[in-house]
């Protein structure tokens, strides 16, 4: 166990307008207790965003902070973090305060020898969360375990903690939300095992959520990592 702590983690935070939360996820992530950098992607905010970041650059210069702009997508934002990430696994995590980062802890602590990622999964374990949103993550989650012979029970999980070598070789081109499905449908095909694990999840209860237009996207995105 010890000998995975060690291991370098990249952690990306891509941020679209998270005033209110940006302070915050950066403590939590940068408190930690293991090896890391901490990546935050700016995509292009405009309610002040970016300006927390930049008093937070000047005092923590351990902090690294892309500002791409105008907005281009989580999926953009990810890639560009991407190119700058130097740990062994790289693992993605919201800014919105939804997954707790303690629990990238227990991702970490699950990496072993037989499995190239580590997804937290939101869904393992019961959790609150509303009907719609969790008949969209089952219906995009079973399509994809249809398509790639696979038994995941969140394949839109933000967690996805994998060796920063197959995201690189993987190729990814996805500038939106269809991003998750892009990287989980991608490792799958190419004949990588993910592990899942429980993590905690409290879904915010305003501000920006993913609407239905997203959902054809993830359903195209996968539809297209199957044929492609």
């Given amino acids: 166990m010890w000998y995975y702590i060690s291991m370098k983690i990249s952690i990306l935070i891509p941020v679209y307008n998270e005033k209110e939360s940006i302070k915050k996820i950066i403590e939590k992530v940068s408190s930690l207790q293991l090896e890391k950098e901490v990546i935050v992607i700016d995509d292009g905010s405009t309610d002040g965003t970016e300006e927390i970041l930049k008093s937070i650059c000047c005092s923590d210069r351990k902090l690294s902070v892309i500002f791409q702009s105008p ?5 953009s934002a990810i890639i560009n973090g991407l190119k700058i990430a130097t740990g062994e696994y790289v693992v993605i995590q919201d800014a919105d305060l939804e997954l707790d980062p303690s629990d990238i802890i227990k991702l970490v602590h699950a990496i072993d020898g037989e499995h190239a990622a580590i997804f937290g999964s939101r869904f393992l374990e019961k959790k609150k969360v509303s009907p719609l949103s969790l008949l969209a993550n089952k219906f ?34 996805s500038k939106g939300f269809e991003i998750e499905p892009e990287i989980t449908c991608k490792i799958l095909k190419r004949g990588y095992r993910i592990k899942e694990i429980p993590v905690s999840y409290n879904p915010r209860k305003t501000g920006k959520k993913i609407g239905w237009i997203d959902g054809f996207k993830a359903i195209f995105a996968i539809l297209r990592y199957r044929i492609t």
């Fill in 71 to 75: 907005n281009k997508g989580k999926g």
């Fill in 140 to 173: 995009l989650t079973v399509l994809t375990n249809l398509l790639f012979r696979a038994r995941l029970t969140d394949m839109e999980t933000c967690y996805k903690l994998c060796k920063r070598e197959i995201l690189t070789a993987i190729g990814l081109r």
